[in-house]
Nanobody, 124 residues
Framework: QVQLVESGGGLVQAGGSLRLSCAAS????????IGWFRQAPGKEREFVAS????????YTADSVKGRFTISRDNTKNTAYLQMNSLKAEDTAVYYC?????????????????WGQGTQVTVSS
């Protein structure tokens, strides 16, 4: 079992940057694929990016490709989402999640554990 806590959200102007962190408890962090999802008001939860257990593989949604980068530091039990060139449409609550498999990592149903979310607001 793993518990996830996101941080790093906030208010930023369009074109700015934020780095989200996802801190995991427990000693099983390296057994999980980590994914980032987001949900804007009135919209469905949307896949953003995922990273495999060892960090060798990652997958980024087309909507953020070239602007967002996912990474992880297994020595710190933490995953990150670096967000650059932010746009107003990136405004959402961002969640990190843990899955025992990398397969279907863009599908929220693959994830067993979720953080509470962190709000990102981009002003235009």
């Amino acid at each position: 079992q793993v518990q996830l806590v996101e941080s790093g959200g906030g208010l930023v102007q369009a074109g700015g940057s934020l780095r989200l962190s996802c801190a995991a408890s427990g000693r099983t962090f390296t057994t999980y694929t980590i994914g980032w999802f987001r949900q804007a008001p009135g919209k469905e939860r949307e896949f953003v990016a995922s990273i495999s257990r060892g960090g060798a593989y990652s997958y980024t949604a087309d909507s953020v490709k070239g602007r967002f980068t996912i990474s992880r530091d297994n020595t710190k039990n933490t995953a990150y989402l670096q967000m650059n060139s932010l746009k107003a449409e990136d405004t959402a609550v961002y969640y990190c999640a843990a899955s025992p498999t990398y397969s279907q990592s863009n599908n929220y149903q693959s994830y067993d554990y979720w953080g509470q979310g962190t709000q990102v607001t981009v002003s235009s």
